[in-house]
C-alpha cells in the first residue's frame, strides 16, 4: 500500500501565516519529515520543491493552539535529549547496549544495507505479534530514484524495501490515516523523523498505541533528487530509460546500480555514488543536524565498517555487519528476543570504537557549534537543542578546525545574501 507520493515541483516563494513554519523556511530548516502535514491534513501538504526536496505547503491557516502544538514536535525548531539514567555519551548519545549483529537469514542479510539487521527485527517484530504492521520508506513505483511510503506486513514487503534509499521521504505524512488504522506499528524513519514521532508520542496517546516501537539508522543527510539524477548522468542514463534503482544493498556496502528498461545495468561504487556525488547534494538543516544517529529511537542499526590499520573506514564488498544500539528498554528486550528467535546474531562491540569507524558523523558533530554560531551571527535561525552537549563535542576539535568551520558557514550565508 503506498501511502506518500511527492507532487509536482513548487518554484513559489515559500511563505506562511505560521510564525514557526516562517522561521523553519526562513532559516531553510526543514527536514521533510512530513509531521506538520501529518498532524494537520487539511491545512498543509507537502510537495516536492527546487532543487528536489520535500517541504509543507500551506493550505489553510494554522489556529494559535495548532501552531503551539506545531512547535512543540517540529524537528526543525529543535530537539530536546534527555538520559534518564542511560549512558550518555558526548558523541552518540544515551543508549543501553552497542552490539554488532547481521541477520541469520543470508537473503535478508545480503537485502540490506549493512548486514540485514534492520530488516531481521522487523520481519521478527512482524512473527512475533509485536506489531501487525511496519511503515517505512521504499522506491517510488513511478519514478525509480524517488522514495515513497509503504506499509509492510510480510516478508516481501521488508526484502522489497530493503537497502538505504539516499532521496527524500516525508513518512509522517500520513500519520492521522495510520493512527486511525488502529494498528500497532513499527515505525522505521530518519532521526529527524523519529524525532517528531516521540514528541508526538508523548503528548498523545493514541500515538503511543499506534507506534509502539520506533527504529532508526545513522544518517548522513538527504540529498536532494537532484543528486539522484546526477547519479543517472554519471551512469550515462536517465529517468526515463531506468526500470528500477537501488541506492545500496545486494552486499555491503553495495553498488548504485540502475536496472534499464532495455535490460542492461548500470552501476558505481558506494565511494563514488555517496562520497563523490550524493553527499554534495544534501539539505542544509542536515549540515547542522545534532543527531544523525537516532537518539529518539527505540533501536538504531549503522554500518559496523571494517577499518584500515590507520582506523579508517574500508569499504571493500564483504558480508554486511550492522552495528545495532539498543537506546531503551523496549529496544534492548527487543534485540534480546530476536536474538532468541535465531532471526539476529549479535557479537560484542566496544563504543570507543565507534568514532573510527563513523567518521562523517564524529566531524559533523564536532563542526556543528561553530556552524550555528556563523548562523546566529549572520542573523540567520538555527534550531535550539538541549541535552546534546555542544560544547563538550566542539571541544573535541582543535581551534583552527572550528574557525575553519565557522568561517566557511558565515561565507555561505553571504554568498546566499549575494546571490537574492
Partial sequence: MVLNMPLKNHGNPIVFSNRSLNRVAGGNLCAGCGACAGVFPDKLTM?????????????????????DALARFCPALGQTVDARGRSDHTLWGPYLEMRTGWSTDPEVRFAGASGGALSGLLLHLLESGEVEAVVQIAAASDRPIANQTVISTDRTGILAAAGSRYAPSAPLTQLTELVASGRRHAFVGKPCDVVALRAL???????AVAFPIMISFFCAGVPSETGGQAVLTALGTKSEAVERFRYRGQGWPGRATAMLKDGREESMSYHD?????????????????ADGTGKAADIVCADAWESDAAGYPVFDEAEGISLIVSRTELGARVLKSAVAADRIETDTF?????????????ERRRALLARLLALRLAGRPVPLYKGLHLWSVARQNPFLRNLKNFLGMFRRVLKARLRG
Avoid at 555514488?273 to 543536524?289: D, E, F, N, T, Y
Fill in 47 to 67: 510537495e516536492m520543491s527546487p532543487p528536489g526536496f520535500l517541504r509543507p505547503r500551506e493550505i489553510a491557516p494554522l489556529n494559535s493552539t495548532e501552531e
Fill in 201 to 207: 508520542a508523548n503528548e498523545r496517546q493514541e500515538v
Fill in 350 to 362: 566496544d563504543v570507543e570504537h565507534l568514532a573510527t569507524i563513523q567518521t562523517g558523523q564524529r
Fill in 273 to 289: 555514488s555517496w562520497g563523490v556525488i550524493l553527499s554534495k547534494h544534501v539539505q542544509h538543516r542536515c549540515k547542522i543536524c
